[in-house]
T-cell receptor
């Protein structure tokens, strides 16, 4: 099984809502990532988890709150978002975070629209 | 500054034709270079990953080349199919020793038509 599964595929929320994006992998990978991708732009790294601990936060606003409950799951909690936060949110995983040659597997993404 | 530039930005070709996409990078120190295919609204899918010592790698109709001296890579698509219509992203990994630092190119949008 070489899949990274993201839910929901689509999410529409108001600026006062609280919602969560979920990501799951069962490849035994110890590194998981959140990326944000705007239309016609490359993915931008948001967070990296290594062995269930947050190792990189790319100065992401606190309205985005990541959580790694266990080695297979990664959540992104959303609160008080702005319309400009509308984007495709991609989850990815790799076997290790400190091996540069590790293959990076992406999920299908969650399309977020903030009204 | 660590950058990855891709050309052309977009490309339209007829089904069955070949095409070559280019990637130039200034990322240093270099670890590896990856090509991803991304369908609209979907997650990127890996096509190839090449390290410093590799100069050619194939995956079906996709062939990637790497010239680490000139810091250039290309992705050649042979006998294109309609399903090849997608964005192709070049990603270069910088060697950090602590965490993979990926620099993404802006992609080439390929459209294959009848």
């Amino acid at each position: 099984d070489t899949e990274v599964t993201q839910t929901p595929k689509h999410l529409v929320m108001g600026m006062t809502n609280k919602k969560s994006l979920k990501c799951e992998q069962h490849m035994g990978h110890r590194a998981m990532y959140w990326y944000k991708q705007k239309a016609k732009k490359p993915p931008e790294l948001m967070f990296v988890y290594s062995y269930e601990k947050l190792s990189i936060n790319e100065s992401v606003p606190s309205r985005f709150s990541p959580e790694c409950p266990n080695s297979s799951l990664l959540n992104l909690h959303l609160h008080a978002l702005q319309p400009e936060d509308s984007a495709l949110y991609l989850c990815a995983s790799s076997a290790w975070v400190d091996r540069e040659d590790g293959e990076l597997f992406f999920g299908e993404g969650s399309r977020l629209t903030v009204l | 500054k660590n950058q990855v530039e891709q050309s052309p930005q977009s490309l339209i070709i007829l089904e069955g034709k070949n095409c070559t996409l280019q990637c130039n990078y200034t990322v240093s120190p270099f670890s590896n270079l990856r090509w991803y295919k991304q369908d609209t609204g979907r997650g990127p899918v890996s096509l190839t990953i090449m390290t410093f010592s590799e100069n050619t790698k194939s995956n079906g109709r996709y062939t990637a080349t790497l010239d680490a001296d000139t810091k250039q890579s290309s992705l050649h698509i042979t006998a294109s199919q309609l399903s090849d219509s997608a964005s192709y992203i070049c990603v270069v990994t910088r060697r950090t020793g602590t965490a993979s630092k990926l620099t993404f190119g802006t992609g080439t949008r390929l459209q294959v038509t009848l």
